[in-house]
């Protein structure tokens, strides 16, 4: 049984802690000139003289890559070191409910920061003719991409009282979670005489495959499910890790 | 209104608390003591839900801790040890959240923050952020968090530790004052907290519950009335209890 209130008081307080250091604006000024910086210059947005976002989505992935974790390492971590962990698991709320807040708070934020990358659309719409439709499913699929990246932060975060530690976890998860949807990687592996199927299996659990799907401007219900299903598996890890290991 | 049974936690092979079994009635205070490490603080965390028994119940208000957590936790009030606070935030905007889980909302929830601040001599803090907070701020702002909601029930992991002798007597007024209409239990190594405050005394050394009574028939089991004796003779093995 979950109470939304509580799951509310609890996102209002981890949402608003973001901005009660420099810490949110750096993060977002960071977010905002490495996509910046990777789509005009890494991804050469001018010149291929094309009006689409196809550069920006291409590159988002790896942005999340290095900023998520930073984000979330501190969800359980820090309540761990200073100990208030205790005060909060002995208030009359559920794990759950504490473990749902914090992660609907840091996806919340990634959400803002996806939203300032605006005037990268406003760029494109003033050069050219993109197809808006596209670019909706492009930051749907960006957005679900960061909730399963910020699920596996914060099952991250609860590995361990150490924020160092869950940053690494969280990047050397979410890095592989990218990477086996790679051509590079599924071509690597075609060439080791891996059966097909195998590796379509393979790719097909990839963060990167559903959302190169997404960022063509296709919506299937099944990359959606897909990205529910990865937040809802790691929010239980998190649980069980939490449950188990809270007094440590 | 308050019962623990056989309560009992191991850590893999290690046995931190042994089939401890105690009730106390309202308007009690009971002392909780032991030396460092006897498994007080593992007993309160176990009363308080933080984590679950390996086996034996503890019933708060008549809801079991681990069946029916949420319910229990409601009559409960905490302190935990060292006071932990969310340092980022303000004293006030702590204690709204903390009145907000406890589901309170608009005015009352203002009378709710507003009695505990004034109750934990807290007027002169209010707006500042707790990271800047002495250690005894810090302590008073925990308390007021665990008072916020009336507890039936109060539970303080060594409420006076590292206070100076001032702020001592000020947190030891404050338990005062709330002890006719609640349980409260403080755990503590400190021996003269036991005398000023306390109406029942439970020792419990390495785990196990070795005395259960008022600290008067407790210092009379000394010849010369000296609780640091009694206390000693409880809890120290005896090959090292010999000078």
Not at chain 2, 6 to 20: E, H, P, R
């Amino acid at each position: 049984m979950t109470n939304t209130r509580n799951i509310s008081t609890i996102f209002k307080r981890e949402f608003k802690s973001y901005f009660d250091s420099p810490v949110a604006y750096v993060f977002l000024v960071a977010f905002l000139v490495l996509t910046g910086v990777m789509t005009f210059i890494l991804q050469s947005y001018y010149e291929r003289r094309q009006a689409n976002l196809t550069p920006f989505f291409q590159m988002i992935p790896w942005v999340y890559l290095l900023l998520i974790p930073a984000s979330t390492m501190g969800l359980w971590a820090e309540e761990r070191r200073t100990g208030t962990i205790e005060l909060l698991l002995t208030l009359p709320v559920t794990l759950m409910e504490a473990l749902i807040g914090k992660f609907l708070a840091a996806w919340a934020f990634i959400g803002i920061a996806i939203g300032l990358t605006f005037p990268i659309v406003i760029t494109t719409a003033w050069l050219g003719d993109p197809d808006m439709g596209a670019v909706f499913c492009g930051y749907l699929g960006s957005f679900l991409l960061a909730g399963a990246c910020v699920a596996i932060g914060i099952f991250s975060s609860a590995l361990s009282r150490s924020q160092v530690i869950g940053f690494v976890i969280a990047l050397s998860i979410s890095l592989f979670m990218l990477i086996i949807g790679i051509d590079q990687v599924i071509g690597a592996l075609a060439q080791w005489r891996v059966p097909s199927r195998i590796v379509n299996g393979i790719a097909s659990l990839s963060l990167m495959q559903h959302f190169d799907a997404m960022r063509r401007g296709v919506i299937d219900f099944y990359d959606i499910g897909y990205y529910i299903g990865i937040m809802v598996f790691m929010l239980s890890a998190a649980h069980f890790v939490t449950e188990s290991r809270k007094a440590s | 209104m308050l019962t623990v049974s056989n309560l009992t936690k191991n850590f893999g092979s290690i046995q931190a608390v042994k089939d401890v079994s105690f009730t106390v009635e309202k308007g009690e205070v009971l002392g909780f003591l032991g030396p460092n490490g006897a498994g007080k603080s593992t007993s309160m965390r176990m009363i308080t839900g933080f984590i679950p028994p390996t086996s034996g119940s503890a019933t708060i208000c008549g809801y079991d801790i681990v069946v029916e957590p949420v319910k229990a936790k409601q009559c409960i009030g905490y302190l935990p040890e060292n006071a932990p606070l969310y340092n980022n935030m303000k004293v006030a905007e702590f204690l709204n959240f903390i009145g907000k889980i406890r589901g309170f909302k608009g005015k009352t929830l203002k009378a709710k923050v507003d009695e505990a601040i004034a109750k934990s001599r807290l007027e002169s803090v209010y707006n500042r952020s707790i990271e800047d907070l002495s250690k005894g701020y810090r302590q008073r702002t925990c308390f007021a968090q665990a008072i916020l909601h009336d507890p039936q029930v109060l539970i303080m992991d060594e409420p006076t530790d590292g206070l100076d002798p001032n702020q001592k007597f000020v947190v030891r007024q404050m338990i005062k004052e709330m002890s006719a209409d609640k349980v409260i239990i403080i755990s503590t190594h400190i021996l003269e907290e036991v005398d000023a405050v306390c109406s029942r005394v439970i020792v419990i050394a390495d785990g196990k519950l070795v005395a259960n009574s008022t600290p008067d028939k407790l210092r009379a089991t000394d010849p010369q009335g000296r609780m640091d004796i009694v206390f000693r003779n409880l809890t120290m093995p005896e090959d090292l209890n010999n000078d």
